[in-house]
């Protein structure tokens, strides 16, 4: 007998945002507006340049591809519009180069009690 699974809940995607079956979309290869992250961020991965050995894993294991490699200046670069603290690329560091430190320790910290939520 196969294993009864959970019953999931339903999400209510609002039409603009609706994808229809057999539908494309872009491979997110550069910045899509639609997705930037609103004010919800509580946490936020602060690197540290020294212990980071640029192994890449965190550029890999983000789901919203926030961190590149740059070249020139030889160090990894976070994307502050798109993160959205989820923080795998944190717990996948092999270096512990990179710390989770709530957002409303930054001035444009996105947790901001003036913006709605
Ligand atoms: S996973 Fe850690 S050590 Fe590797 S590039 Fe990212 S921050 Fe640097
Ligand atoms: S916290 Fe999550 S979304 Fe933000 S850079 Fe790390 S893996 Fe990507």
């Given at each position: 007998?196969?294993?009864?699974?959970?019953?999931?809940?339903?999400?209510?995607?609002?039409?603009?945002?609706?994808?229809?079956?057999?539908?494309?979309?872009?491979?997110?290869?550069?910045?899509?507006?639609?997705?930037?992250?609103?004010?919800?961020?509580?946490?936020?991965?602060?690197?540290?340049?020294?212990?980071?050995?640029?192994?890449?894993?965190?550029?890999?294991?983000?789901?919203?591809?926030?961190?590149?490699?740059?070249?020139?200046?030889?160090?990894?670069?976070?994307?502050?519009?798109?993160?959205?603290?989820?923080?795998?690329?944190?717990?996948?560091?092999?270096?512990?180069?990179?710390?989770?430190?709530?957002?409303?320790?930054?001035e444009d910290?996105?947790?901001?009690?003036?913006?709605?939520?």
């Amino acid at each position: 007998m196969s294993k009864k699974l959970p019953e999931l809940g339903t999400i209510n995607v609002p039409h603009e945002r609706s994808v229809p079956f057999g539908a494309i979309t872009p491979a997110p290869v550069h910045q899509q507006d639609l997705f930037i992250t609103s004010n919800w961020r509580i946490v936020r991965p602060v690197i540290d340049h020294e212990k980071c050995t640029r192994c890449l894993t965190c550029y890999i294991a983000c789901p919203d591809s926030c961190w590149a490699y740059n070249e020139k200046e030889d160090m990894m670069e976070w994307n502050t519009n798109f993160c959205k603290g989820c923080q795998i690329c944190i717990h996948e560091c092999p270096s512990d180069a990179l710390t989770a430190v709530p957002e409303l320790d930054f001035e444009d910290g996105v947790v901001r009690l003036e913006k709605p939520f």
